[in-house]
């Protein structure tokens, strides 16, 4: 095979995790509360921008700047929750819980944080990218035989990875997890059991900002670029990989967020890179038409 | 003696209507208290305000005394009270153990055996799908999940409904038994005849509040029963 290909499956993995770990965040909530949470790339520029000030103020080692980045995108998710999602749930009866009404008013209420953010970011640092110290770049070639890749494809590889293993961890093996995934099933059925089911739900914020955040300074740090909109297109590709793999599939998003990073750093050997965004709203199209409960989908006892 | 459960004159109000109004009962300790009622009279209603579901708009519900009027779900699970609801309200995508294991909540699986001893069918099961058990298994999951936290108070809605007459038969004389291991127990039901036959009191609920009550002995003969499933309206001297 040709090293070229070898080289841009490396990076299109490395992009498909990216997309994952945003994809789990839609996922998670999506699951718990059957709503689209429209600030979750806010989520990643905050986690970019955290990790950039931290960097320019005291120049930590790489891993504390990740943790300090995953204790933000933490606080992120919990006052998100708060301010967007919170106020909306009133009643805590099934019929309220997931209603439409409430899946519309978390819609609008979540977009307005969001573009409040968004602004509230270009007032402060500007529109423009800002400036990724030179030592901080996650982008040291390294030869592995006829390929090349960068050290970021490696970091970007694994730190998903490990989050990806944790969080398949916590869901299976842990009272809260199951506390999650039992909220996601039968959120009338938890409050059955004696789960504490608004604590959960911000658990979930919590959890899926984390991811976020994380996935935001690892980007930044890979193409040097941070700037307050740079949460927009990743959301978007990672809605996608959630639709696609059937809304509240986690490896059914996981899955295809790492198709559709590989379709589109292959697709760039074909065409421009700025035709390859079309590749993920071609999947988004043909999923729709062809597989309406996304290509992982069970047939969902609720909607 | 105080009663392990007391409902005291509870309202429940959702927008305009009052779906209980001054609903008082008494579930002594070790007892079976049975609620009897046609459809949509509220007993389901009265089920969901005890667990913290709904709550109520006026009156108290006490535990041991302890007002649990304004606890959230989960603090009322905490202190004992658990429901098997309507509708089962199991957990679907997860195995039997999972629901199990959920269900006991800090206990873990402690009462796996005593759940298994009580239904040997689960225990079969137990690494199957939920959502693939039969409509009885799964009300023996709902069953044997809310037993898994050693209630001090069990609620059951409707554990007969939709079940075949041998399963029903199972599910009383499962009732019988775990009274004899001494859970107190809050019964709502619609076949009267079985409920009357296990409960020691019951209370017949009609547009939300309490129209008659009594001895189950007595109530079983009583033709105001029979009325108040035919839709006629009570006569209360």
């Known amino acids: 095979m040709d090293p070229y290909y070898v080289q841009q499956l490396a990076i299109g993995l490395s992009l498909g995790m990216i997309y994952a770990l945003m994809a789990i965040g839609f996922t998670l909530i999506f699951g718990v509360l059957n709503v689209v949470n429209f600030a979750h790339g806010e989520v990643y520029s905050i986690g970019a921008f955290a990790g950039l000030l931290l960097i320019t103020a005291f120049g930590p080692p790489l891993l504390a700047v990740f943790l300090l980045v995953l204790a933000v995108g933490a606080a992120t998710g919990f006052g998100l929750e708060r301010l967007a999602f919170r106020p909306f749930r009133r009643f805590s009866d099934e019929a309220s819980l997931k209603s439409r009404a409430m899946r519309e008013a978390t819609l609008m209420s979540s977009l307005a944080l969001s573009i409040f953010t968004r602004e509230a970011m270009e007032l402060v640092f500007g529109s423009e990218f800002q400036t990724v110290p030179l030592d901080y770049l996650i982008n040291e070639p390294i030869a592995l035989g006829p390929v090349t890749i960068v050290t970021g494809d490696i970091i ?17 093996r842990t009272a809260t997890g199951r506390a999650i995934r039992a909220v996601s099933n039968n959120p009338l059925g938890a409050k059955y059991v004696g789960i504490n089911t608004n604590r959960t739900i911000v658990l979930t914020f919590v959890i899926g900002s984390m991811m976020g955040a994380l996935a935001g300074i690892m980007v930044g740090l890979y193409y040097g670029a941070i700037f307050p909109a740079m949460g927009f297109t990743p959301a978007v590709k990672a809605f996608v990989a959630m639709v696609m793999g059937g809304l509240s599939s986690i490896p059914g998003a996981v899955i295809c967020a790492l198709i ?34 996304g290509l992982f989908g069970k047939g969902r006892d609720r909607v | 003696m105080t009663p392990i459960l007391e409902i005291d004159g509870v309202g429940l109000r959702i927008g305009v209507q009052d779906i209980l109004r001054d609903v ?26 005890i667990s913290g579901v709904y709550q109520a708009t006026s009156g108290a519900i006490r535990h041991q005394g302890e007002d649990i009027t304004r606890l959230q779900s989960h603090e009322i699970v905490a202190r004992g009270i658990l429901q098997a609801p309507e509708g089962r309200q199991i957990f679907s995508n997860m195995t039997v153990r999972e629901n199990l294991v959920i269900g006991g909540g800090p206990h873990g699986l402690a009462e796996l055996d005593h759940v298994v001893s009580l239904f040997p069918a689960l225990g079969e099961r137990l690494s199957q799908g939920a959502g693939s058990l039969s409509g009885g ?74 129209v008659i009550e009594g001895p189950a002995r007595d109530l079983a003969d009583d033709p105001r029963i029979a009325e108040a499933y035919l839709g006629g309206h009570v006569h209360v001297p």
Do not use: H
Request: with cysteine.
């Open chain 1, 156 to 172: 970007i590889f694994v730190a998903a990875a490990v989050m990806l293993g944790g969080l398949q961890y916590l869901l299976t």
């Open chain 1, 260 to 293: 559709i990073g590989v379709s589109e750093s292959l697709a760039t050997t074909f065409v421009s890179s700025v035709w390859a965004d079309m590749v993920a709203y071609s999947f988004l199209l043909l999923t729709l038409v062809l597989f309406p409960q």
């Open chain 2, 24 to 49: 008082s009962l008494r579930l002594p300790q070790g007892g079976i208290v049975a609620i009897l009622g046609s459809n949509g009279v509220g007993k389901t209603s009265l089920m969901r305000t």
């Open chain 2, 137 to 210: 298994e799964q009300q023996m999951l709902c069953i044997g999940r809310a037993l898994m936290r050693k209630p001090s108070v069990l609620l059951l809605d409707e554990p007969s409904l939709g079940l075949a007459p041998k399963l029903v038969r199972f599910i009383f004389d499962l009732i019988e038994r775990i009274r004899s291991e001494g859970y107190s127990v809050l019964i709502v039901e619609q076949n009267a005849k079985a409920a009357l036959r296990v409960a020691d009191t019951a209370s017949v609920i009609e547009g939300g509040r309490i």
